[in-house]
């Protein structure tokens, strides 16, 4: 399997079908400089990066890698990214000191040999903006699948486009994870509307109908087991 485009300037570069098995859905946004959502486990780096020039797009360009949660199939090549590129990694607060540190991120889960990874811009509160060149891409705390969560989403000639980073969890304490917190957060992610979702691990969900049927139905598993 090929990377593609999603929708406009929004392409999905990495996957477990497209790059190696243990990583994550990857996405690039094309908004005048390169911002990579996520990162993939670590083995794929430069897959990766051939699959930037596959879609006609320059790695050197790349200006942003925004982590959605400390887990290893999502940030297992920061580090690279960020050495060769001098991208700057953002990620939440709470997640930071995990990939810095290389504690509490799943490494020895997934057998990986994790390198920590400084993360430059650290997000504070609930709600954040970064301004690019084409788009201003805005990033949530969601709090759930580990306490440092984020998704991040934008608009793009009239359609909405969410990252909403693991929607289908795992939502357990082992992992970081809490459900009640995820509770919120999905309820949170139904009400921005998306048209279009880019998750975690299954890919892309579209029209708006399917993306809302795909979060309400993980929002209602989580419900039924707090009814337990």
Excluded at 130 to 140: D, M, P, S, T
Excluded at 151 to 156: F, M, P, V
Aim: glycine share 8%.
């Amino acid at each position: 399997m090929q990377p593609f485009r999603v929708w406009q300037d929004v392409y999905i570069v990495s996957s477990s079908a497209i790059s190696d098995q243990l990583d994550c859905c990857v996405y690039l946004i094309d908004a005048g400089e390169l911002v990579l959502i996520d990162s993939g486990a670590g083995y794929s780096f430069s897959r990766l990066v051939n699959n930037f020039r596959i879609i006609g797009l320059a790695p050197e360009n790349l200006s942003f890698v925004v982590a959605t949660h400390r887990h290893v199939d999502h940030i297992g090549s920061l580090f690279r990214f960020r050495e060769q590129y001098k991208v700057k990694v953002i990620a939440h607060e709470l997640d930071a000191e995990a990939i810095e540190s290389g504690r509490h991120v799943g490494a020895e889960f997934y057998g990986i040999d994790y390198q920590p990874c400084t993360v430059d811009i650290k997000l504070e509160g609930k709600a954040f903006e970064l301004r690019l060149r084409k788009y201003v891409l805005k990033i949530l705390h969601v709090p759930g699948h580990t306490p440092g969560s984020v998704i991040a989403y934008l608009d793009i000639n009239g359609k909405r486009v969410l990252f909403g980073q693991d929607v289908h969890g795992p939502y357990e304490p082992t992992f970081g994870g809490d459900i009640y917190k995820a509770v919120k957060s999905l309820e949170e992610l139904l009400s921005l509307n998306a048209d279009i979702l880019c998750e975690g691990h299954y890919g892309v969900y579209q029209p708006a109908v399917e993306v809302y049927r795909y979060i309400k139905s993980q929002l209602d598993l989580l419900k039924t087991k707090l009814d337990k």
